[in-house]
């Protein structure tokens, strides 16, 4: 399949993944993606926004790890779905955006949105890499254990411990679960983007330098700008021909923002 768009570390794709992904045949570290959620396309408002069916399944042909956004209610939805793809998910992360986005009166006016990873196999054949983050509390320095077993006794889990050596502060901490980052209101080129550094952990996190990673609903292409940022490469597939091209012209020229994935 000719590429869209090409060049050392990124490669963009134009159709629907269904139909591209299968004919790449790609293995890649990981995905990041933020396909449609399918909750506002019957408003009329948003016909876009419909939940590719069986795309799941698809995405589980090129990569045992994936990091995907969307809302609660989309996967409890969507939860059977993924499962029948040998998708399990193992946490969550929150994006709090600041100025929150709504279009009820109803509900609480939403500030956050969701993103989850999934993994395929088993968890320790996954890459996982916890970033790190400075710390600004105070440098210590004190013993290490690590859990060796544990087995369920009525509600209380009781855990055999052994040593493991001692730690010593090097002024970090793990990432947070709650990232914040400004949403991209009034700068965006596409409804639903997604700042670059919401991107970068979830990268960094699920696949090593000079990995590759795969966005199927590239959306204006940030999962690809964050990853060249990290030193990883990235595949993109977007079915619309606009956003195409918007990706290209911004890849070609290598000034995309901090910004935008859909």
Same mark, same amino acid.
């Given at each position: 399949?000719?590429?869209? !768009?090409?060049?050392?570390?990124?490669?963009?794709?134009?159709?629907?993944?269904?139909?591209?992904?299968?004919?790449?045949?790609?293995?890649?570290?990981?995905?990041?993606?933020?396909?449609? !959620?399918?909750?506002?396309?019957?408003?009329?408002?948003?016909?876009?926004?419909?939940?590719?069916?069986?795309?799941?399944?698809?995405?589980?042909?090129?990569?045992?790890?994936?990091?995907?956004?969307?809302?609660?209610?989309?996967?409890?939805?969507?939860?059977?779905?993924? #499962?029948?793809?040998?998708?399990?998910?193992?946490?969550?992360?929150?994006?709090?955006?600041?100025?929150?986005?709504?279009?009820?009166?109803?509900?609480?006016?939403?500030?956050?949105?969701?993103?989850?990873?999934? !993994?395929?196999?088993?968890?320790?054949?996954?890459?996982?890499?916890?970033?790190?983050?400075?710390?600004?509390?105070?440098?210590?320095?004190?013993?290490?254990?690590?859990?060796?077993?544990?087995?369920?006794?009525?509600?209380?889990?009781?855990?055999?411990?052994?040593?493991?050596?001692?730690?010593?502060?090097?002024?970090?901490?793990? #990432?947070?679960?709650?990232?914040?980052?400004?949403?991209?209101?009034?700068?965006?080129?596409?409804?639903?983007?997604?700042?670059?550094?919401?991107?970068?952990?979830?990268? %960094?996190?699920?696949?090593?330098?000079?990995?590759?990673?795969?966005?199927?609903?590239?959306?204006?292409?940030?999962? #690809?700008?964050?990853?060249?940022?990290?030193?990883?490469?990235?595949?993109?597939?977007?079915?619309? %021909?606009? !956003?195409?091209?918007?990706?290209?012209?911004?890849?070609?020229?290598?000034?995309?923002?901090?910004?935008?994935?859909?």
């Amino acid at each position: 399949m000719t590429p869209y !768009y090409a060049d050392d570390t990124v490669t963009l794709y134009h159709g629907d993944m269904r139909d591209v992904l299968p004919d790449l045949q790609l293995q890649t570290d990981c995905i990041v993606t933020d396909p449609p !959620y399918g909750l506002m396309h019957t408003s009329g408002t948003c016909t876009w926004d419909t939940w590719p069916a069986g795309w799941a399944a698809v995405a589980a042909t090129a990569a045992r790890s994936m990091w995907c956004f969307g809302t609660m209610r989309t996967f409890l939805d969507r939860a059977a779905e993924l #499962a029948a793809a040998g998708w399990h998910m193992s946490q969550d992360v929150i994006w709090s955006k600041g100025s929150g986005t709504g279009v009820t009166a109803d509900r609480f006016r939403r500030s956050h949105e969701i993103v989850t990873h999934w !993994y395929r196999g088993q968890w320790r054949d996954i890459h996982h890499q916890t970033p790190r983050v400075p710390s600004t509390r105070p440098p210590v320095t004190r013993p290490v254990v690590h859990r060796t077993d544990s087995i369920r006794a009525g509600r209380n889990d009781i855990y055999t411990w052994k040593p493991a050596g001692t730690w010593t502060d090097d002024g970090t901490r793990y #990432a947070l679960s709650v990232i914040t980052a400004p949403n991209m209101q009034g700068r965006s080129i596409h409804p639903t983007e997604k700042p670059a550094e919401v991107l970068r952990p979830l990268i %960094e996190y699920a696949s090593p330098p000079g990995g590759l990673v795969l966005d199927p609903f590239a959306g204006s292409g940030s999962t #690809a700008q964050a990853a060249r940022q990290l030193g990883r490469r990235a595949v993109l597939i977007e079915v619309n %021909e606009a !956003y195409c091209e918007r990706i290209a012209r911004r890849l070609a020229q290598d000034v995309l923002p901090f910004g935008a994935s859909a």
